[in-house]
């Protein structure tokens, strides 16, 4: 049998949230330890992403840290825990599934406190990444790098992308309208993506102006994906 204690309501929906207690219920938040949180309360470590993408910042930042599958900028790759681990399990499931695969090069993040990111609108309360595509050549990334329909390496790029979206875990992957159309073909042919999950992922073949569809065209977007995370921990916390 289940049991609802915890929603949203209609008409007070909050994205990434789980929402207030259902009446007859009474509910507390406790640290690992088991002890109380008080409302508007930072534990140490606790990372809190507050506000919104484009008007936020960040507390207890975490850093997407440079590896030998993953190029990262220092001072410029902070971001929520939620984000940061998504991005590192999707290069180990790309890696996983291609062998030989190259060194992603991630771009910005969040800066360590967040807030007002230049040249950027957005990347200000560590729920934005801006990842480079994978490309065909193979080669080891040292920054982003501009692809076509003909040199993005459609395969890596959207099992990456895949590892987010099957989960969840994005709001947006906004993506240079002409590179659609090879990641929807492979997703649809190779990867055997279903026509639903197909609609609802792609706003290719609709047209570039299309408001629909998870993966949505943004101009400046042929040399990087840029990718919003939900990070419901972090967000719910900056609620409290």
């Not at 204690?5 to 789980?18: A, E, W």
């Not at 008007?55 to 850093?63: E, K, P």
């Not at 410029?76 to 590192?88: L, Q, S």
Request: aromatic letters at 8%; proline letters at 4%.
């Amino acid at each position: 049998m289940l049991h609802i204690f915890l929603s949203n309501r209609p008409g007070d929906v909050v994205y990434g949230t789980s929402g207030l207690p259902v009446p007859g219920y009474e509910l507390r938040c406790v640290d690992e330890s088991g002890a109380e949180i008080k409302p508007g309360e930072v534990t140490k470590g606790t990372t809190v992403s507050v506000g919104k993408a484009s008007r936020g910042w960040l507390v207890n930042g975490v850093q997407l840290a440079e590896s030998e599958r993953i190029k990262s900028r220092p001072k410029r790759n902070y971001g929520t825990p939620e984000m940061v681990d998504a991005i590192k399990r999707g290069v180990e499931e790309v890696h996983a599934r291609f062998k030989g695969t190259q060194r992603l090069a991630v771009g910005d993040l969040s800066r360590k406190g967040g807030g007002s990111f230049r040249p950027h609108l957005s990347h200000q309360s560590g729920r934005d990444a801006d990842i480079a595509y994978y490309s065909r050549d193979g080669k080891d990334q040292k920054g982003l790098r501009r692809v076509t329909r003909r040199t993005i390496d459609a395969g890596r790029s959207f099992t990456l992308m895949q590892s987010w979206l099957e989960r969840g875990e994005v709001q947006y992957i906004f993506v240079d309208y002409r590179l659609q159309r090879p990641l929807y073909e492979y997703a649809r042919d190779v990867a055997k993506v279903s026509a639903a999950k197909l609609e609802a992922w792609f706003q290719y073949p609709r047209g570039r102006r299309a408001r629909s569809g998870i993966i949505r065209h943004l101009r400046g977007h042929a040399d990087h994906m840029h990718v919003r995370f939900w990070a419901p921990r972090s967000r719910a916390m900056g609620r409290a």
